[in-house]
C-alpha cells in the first residue's frame, strides 16, 4: 500500500448514487489521477489517500483508493479553492480570495470558531454572513456524517437524505437504532436498513430488527393491495424475511401491539393484524360513510322527474330509467354510488347532476384520483375538475418527510356536493382523508367501473362498499347506441362477460394480429413506428400507447421500451443522454412518473400570460423529456399538461420510459390508440380484468397481438388477487344496527 497526500484540483467524475469519483491531486512532487469511493469530494479538500497504482487500457496509470482520510486544506490557495467550490453558498471567486486575503491562513478556524467575524470582509453584511455561515456549518456536518456513514455502505445521495431528515443528530439517531431508516428515509427500505444494521453487528434476534422486518412485511403487503394480514400469514412472511424463529415474531407482535404500534382485530373469523395507517384508515372510512349515509336529511322538495325531464330537453338526450333512478338517489341520499362499464352513460349522469344540483342551488365539486382523470373530466362536462390531492389543498412537510391536507375535519370543504370519477382507482387512505373534509349533510357521489382493476394502493374501496350493501347503488348495464357502432365498448362488454371480441372487421376499430411470441415485439414496433402512422395517422409518440401485463419478458416494458425508444426516438449527435444503469434517457423521450412527489416544483409559461407556479408530481403523470444537462446533473420534463418540471440526476429512479407501460399504469389515463401483447405471462396476469382494462383505455383503437389461446385464458380466467381488505365487513357489521 502506498500513501499520498495532497490537495484536490479537480473531479473529473462523480456518481453520487455510489460515490465512484475519478479525480486529480496534487502532491508536492507529482500529479496524480486518482479513483475511488468518495462522499461528495470537493476542488481543494486536502486528502490523505492510501492505496495501489493500477494500470487502465484506456485511461492508463490510476492510484486506486482503498481508504482516505479528510484533512483540512492548509495552504492558501487550497483554501481558496475549497471556498470557491460553490458548495458554500454565498462564496464564489471573488468573495473567496477576499476573505483569504483578509484571515489568511486562519481562515477556516475562523469560519468555524468565530464566524460573525467574517462581516468583516468587504461587501458581506449580516444577512449574506448568515447564508455563508449555515452553508458552511452545513457542509462540515454532511462530510462528516457522510464519511461517518460511508463506512456501513450508505451512499451519498443517501447520507444527504438522511442528514436532511436528521440533521446534526444524524450519527446518534443511526447508531442507537439504524432500522429508523426504512421508516423515515424514502429509498431506504428494511433490506438497506438490515445491512447496515448487520455491518454495526447488531444482532439478529434484535426486537428493533424483528419490529422493522414485520414493518416491512405489512408495508410490502399494502403495496399489494392488503390494509391487513392474517397473522399466521404475516408470521410465516417475517420469519422468511427475518430468519428468526417464530415465538420471537410472535412475542414482538404482541409488544408492538400492546404500545398501539400495531392493531389486532377479528375480520370474518380471521386474527387480522393492521399497520396503524391502515387501520384507523379503514375504520374512519366505514365510521364516516355511515355518518354520511344515516345522517343525511334530503330537504329538497322538488319534482324530480320534471326537472330531469327538462334537462334531457335542454341537452336532447333522454335517460334510461336506471339513469333517471341514479339521479335520483344522488340528490335523495347523502352518498351513493353509480357503476358501469364504458359506454353506458356515465358521463351524461355526471352532466345531469351538475345541473340538477345548480338548479337547486348547490355547489358542485369535481374530483378523480389522477390528474389526466381530472383532465378528461373537465373536457366532457365543461366544468373544473379536480385532482382530490388539489381538492384537499395538499402539502408536504419538509420536517416529517410526510404528506397532510389543509382540508379536513378541522378545516372541511366548502361545497354541497362532491362527485368523485374513477372511483376504482381511490385506495383507502386516500379516500379516508377525502370522507375526514367532507362535513354531515354533504352528499357524496362515487362514480366509476368497478370491474375495472382495483386501486395500485392498499383496500379495494369502490368494491367493498358496493357488496357491503350499505349504500343506495345504481349499476349501469345498457350500452348505448352510439358506442355500439365502437367495437371497443361492445367488446369491453363482452370481455367483462366472459365472452370472446370480435375483430379485424374491415374500417372497425379493434383488430387482433396473431403473431409467434419472438415476433410480437418486432410486430409492436412496426406498428408505433409505420403502419399506424400511416394507414391511421396516429402520432407513433403522442397518440399511440403500449399496454402490457408486465415489466420482463419479450413482451415486457423493459424490452419493448428500450426497443420502441430506438425506433420512435434514436440517438443522434443533437439529443443529449443520461444513462443510469442500463436505461437511457434521451431528449424527446416519452417518461411517466412513478411515485408521488410533493415537493418538486413546477411551471406553466404560456406567451403573454403570468407564469403558473406550483408543487407536485404524481404518480402516472405522463410527459416528453426536453432538456438534459449532464454539467448541472438534471433534466427537464414537460408534461401533457404543459407543467415543466426539473429533475436532479437523484431523483431519476421516479420516472421510467413510457413508450410502454403496465396495464396497472395506464389506469385513469385514455388513448387515441391501444396496442397490447398477448404472449404468455404469469396465470395471475393472465386474467380478464387486467385485458377488460387495457382495452378500456382506447378511444379510437385496439390492436392485440400474439397468440390467440392467451387471449381465450384472459377470457376465462376471471378470479383476481384476492386482496385482504375489512371495509366491506366493517359496513356490513355496522349495516345490522339500522
Not at 135 to 149: F, G, H, T, V
Not at 461 to 478: A, C, F, H, Q, Y
Request: proline share 2%.
Amino acid at each position: 500500500m502506498e500513501i499520498y497526500t495532497g490537495i484536490i484540483d479537480e473531479i473529473i467524475y462523480y456518481n453520487e448514487e455510489n460515490g465512484y469519483t475519478v479525480g486529480i491531486i496534487e502532491t508536492e512532487d507529482d500529479i496524480i489521477t486518482f479513483t475511488g469511493i468518495f462522499s461528495n469530494p470537493t476542488q481543494g479538500e486536502n486528502l490523505k489517500i492510501t492505496g495501489r497504482w493500477t494500470f487502465h487500457r484506456r485511461y492508463g496509470k490510476q492510484f486506486e483508493v482503498e481508504s482516505f482520510e479528510l484533512i483540512r486544506p492548509d495552504t492558501l490557495d487550497g483554501i481558496r479553492k475549497y471556498l470557491s467550490s460553490g458548495l458554500i453558498k454565498g462564496i464564489g471567486k471573488s468573495t473567496a480570495n477576499k476573505i483569504v486575503e483578509l484571515f489568511g491562513e486562519k481562515t477556516l478556524e475562523i469560519m468555524q470558531y468565530q464566524p460573525q467575524r467574517i462581516t468583516e470582509v468587504e461587501g458581506i453584511g449580516e444577512k449574506k454572513a448568515d447564508i455563508i455561515i449555515e452553508s458552511y456549518r452545513e457542509q462540515i456536518e454532511l462530510k462528516e456524517i457522510m464519511i461517518y456513514l460511508q463506512k456501513y455502505g450508505i451512499s451519498p445521495s443517501y447520507s444527504v437524505k438522511i442528514y436532511r431528515r436528521y440533521g446534526a443528530d444524524t450519527i446518534k439517531n443511526v447508531k442507537d437504532n439504524p432500522y429508523r431508516l426504512a421508516e423515515d428515509i424514502q429509498g431506504i427500505g428494511f433490506k438497506l436498513a438490515d445491512k447496515i444494521a448487520a455491518t454495526m453487528g447488531i444482532s439478529n434476534n434484535s426486537e428493533f430488527r424483528i419490529e422493522a422486518g414485520i414493518r416491512h412485511v405489512l408495508m410490502e403487503s399494502a403495496s399489494d393491495g392488503h390494509t391487513y394480514l392474517n397473522k399466521h400469514y404475516l408470521k410465516e412472511k417475517s420469519e422468511k424475511v427475518l430468519n428468526v424463529k417464530i415465538s420471537y415474531i410472535d412475542a414482538v407482535i404482541s409488544n408492538m401491539a400492546f404500545r398501539g404500534q400495531l392493531f389486532v382485530e377479528n375480520i370474518d373469523g380471521s386474527e387480522a393484524i393492521y399497520y396503524v395507517p391502515y387501520y384507523y384508515a379503514e375504520t374512519g372510512t366505514a365510521n364516516k360513510i355511515t355518518n354520511l349515509h344515516l345522517n343525511f336529511k334530503n330537504e329538497f322538495d322538488g319534482n324530480l322527474e320534471q326537472i330531469i325531464e327538462e334537462i334531457e330537453k335542454e341537452n336532447t338526450k333522454q335517460l334510461t330509467d336506471k339513469q333517471k333512478e341514479s339521479v335520483i338517489k344522488a340528490v335523495q341520499n347523502g352518498v351513493s354510488i353509480i357503476t358501469g362499464g364504458p359506454g353506458t352513460g356515465k358521463t351524461t349522469i355526471i352532466n345531469t347532476l351538475i345541473k340538477m344540483f345548480e338548479i337547486m342551488g348547490k355547489e358542485t365539486a369535481l374530483c378523480a384520483p389522477t390528474g389526466r382523470a381530472a383532465k378528461r373530466i373537465t373536457e366532457t362536462s365543461r366544468k373544473e375538475a379536480k385532482t382530490i390531492h388539489r381538492l384537499l389543498e395538499y402539502n408536504f412537510s419538509e420536517d416529517t418527510s410526510t404528506l397532510y391536507f389543509n382540508k379536513n375535519e378541522h378545516s372541511p370543504l366548502e361545497y354541497d356536493v362532491i362527485i368523485v370519477d374513477e372511483m376504482s382507482m381511490v385506495d383507502i387512505l386516500l379516500m379516508n382523508s377525502l370522507l375526514k373534509a367532507i362535513e354531515t349533510g354533504t352528499r357524496i357521489v362515487l362514480v366509476g367501473d368497478v370491474d375495472q382493476l382495483p386501486s395500485v394502493g392498499a383496500g379495494n374501496v369502490l368494491r367493498d362498499i358496493i357488496e357491503s350493501g350499505v349504500i343506495p347503488t345504481t349499476k349501469l348495464d345498457k350500452v348505448f347506441r352510439q358506442s355500439e357502432k365502437s367495437l371497443i365498448k361492445v367488446n369491453a362488454h363482452n370481455i367483462n362477460n366472459g365472452e370472446m371480441p370480435t375483430y379485424n372487421i374491415k374500417d372497425g376499430d379493434f383488430y387482433f394480429i396473431k403473431e409467434e411470441e419472438g415476433n410480437v415485439a418486432d410486430n409492436i414496433v412496426t406498428l408505433c413506428a409505420d403502419r399506424l402512422t400511416s394507414h391511421y395517422g396516429f402520432n407513433g409518440m403522442e397518440e399511440i400507447q403500449v399496454l402490457t401485463p408486465m415489466k420482463k419478458g419479450v413482451s415486457g416494458t423493459f424490452e419493448l421500451n428500450r426497443r420502441l425508444q430506438e425506433a420512435l426516438n434514436p440517438a443522434s449527435d443533437i439529443k443529449t443522454e443520461k444513462k443510469i444503469g442500463d436505461i437511457v434517457f434521451r431528449v424527446g423521450d416519452k417518461v411517466m412518473q412513478i411515485k408521488n412527489n410533493y415537493q418538486v416544483k413546477w411551471e406553466i409559461a404560456i406567451a403573454g400570460k403570468e407564469t403558473e407556479k406550483g408543487e407536485g408530481v404524481f404518480n402516472g403523470d405522463m410527459g416528453r423529456i426536453r432538456f438534459i444537462d449532464n454539467k448541472d446533473e438534471c433534466l427537464w420534463i414537460e408534461f401533457d399538461d404543459k407543467r415543466e418540471v426539473r429533475y436532479d440526476f437523484t431523483q431519476l429512479d421516479e420516472i421510467i420510459l413510457a413508450y410502454a407501460v403496465t396495464v396497472h399504469k395506464s389506469q385513469g389515463s385514455e388513448f387515441p390508440a391501444v396496442i397490447i401483447p398477448v404472449t404468455w405471462a404469469p396465470p395471475m396476469l393472465l386474467n380478464r380484468n387486467l385485458l377488460y382494462t387495457a382495452v378500456t383505455r382506447a378511444q379510437k383503437l385496439v390492436v392485440l397481438v400474439g397468440n390467440e389461446k392467451y387471449l381465450k385464458m384472459m377470457i376465462q380466467n376471471n378470479k383476481t388477487s384476492e386482496r385482504y381488505s375489512g371495509l366491506k365487513y366493517r359496513l356490513s357489521q355496522i349495516k345490522q344496527y339500522f
